[in-house]
């Protein structure tokens, strides 16, 4: 079954505490990105990838790293988390990422994400 | 800025009826547009998408586009209880750039 996971998908901790939230794919897509959602803000993309080993910002990059050292995964970093990075976060993937050529993007079921 | 906005709602509607979802986009060069839906706790689902003036149809779904007043929007016939969600409207600002509307929240009683 073609999909996105991600994990965890509940998470609790404190300002300063480093996380990692891990993303993975099983369609051998080039294209991978996070996106938090926060409510009257929609959905704003953070870091996006093209492919191994080439990561770009998104919107809001700022307390934020990300890796990319294999196609199927993408995890998010947070080095020192802070309480307005309390959020719902979506991992996504697609094809290409040339969204002319038609192509889908799939979302990862969410990571909800509290810092204290 | 490239901006993606949305009423955010909710839009009531009665079971049965036409739910009318509308998206104004601020770039003229934007050439492809997407229709989310996502039920809330959930991550978003693409429903529709469309890359030419015009209306495109899917089911009980029609995406209608125009450019040259930079609005997209998503028809929903016969609405059902279940259609009940946030509809995201999301648009191709260049390579490998996609931006989401806040979304808008559609309610549809029996």
């Known amino acids: ?116 | 800025q490239k901006e993606v906005e949305q009423n955010s709602g909710p839009l009531s509607v009665p079971e049965g009826a036409i739910a009318s979802l509308n998206c104004t986009y601020s770039d003229r060069v934007s050439q492809s547009f997407f229709w989310y839906r996502q039920y809330s706790g959930k991550s978003p689902e693409l429903i529709m998408s469309i890359y030419s003036n015009g209306d495109k149809e899917d089911g009980r779904f029609t995406a209608q586009l125009n450019k040259a007043s930079q609005y997209v929007s998503l028809l929903i016939r016969d609405s059902q209880p279940s259609d009940s969600a946030t509809y995201l409207c999301a648009v191709n600002f260049g390579f490998q750039k996609l931006v989401f509307g806040t979304g808008t929240r559609l309610l549809v009683s029996p």
């Open chain 1, 1 to 116: 079954e073609a999909q996105v996971t991600q994990n965890p998908r509940y998470l609790i901790t404190v300002t300063g505490k480093k996380l990692t939230v891990t993303c993975s794919q099983n369609m051998n897509h080039e294209y991978m990105s996070w996106y938090r959602q926060d409510p009257g803000l929609g959905l704003r993309q953070i870091y996006y990838s093209m492919n191994v080993e080439v990561t770009d910002k998104g919107d809001v990059p700022e307390g934020y790293k990300v890796s990319r050292k294999e196609k199927r995964n993408f995890p998010l970093i947070l080095e020192s988390p802070s309480p307005n990075q309390t959020s719902l976060y979506f991992c996504a993937s697609s094809l290409s990422g040339v969204w002319q050529q038609r192509e889908t993007q799939y979302f990862g079921p969410g990571t909800r994400l509290l810092v204290l």
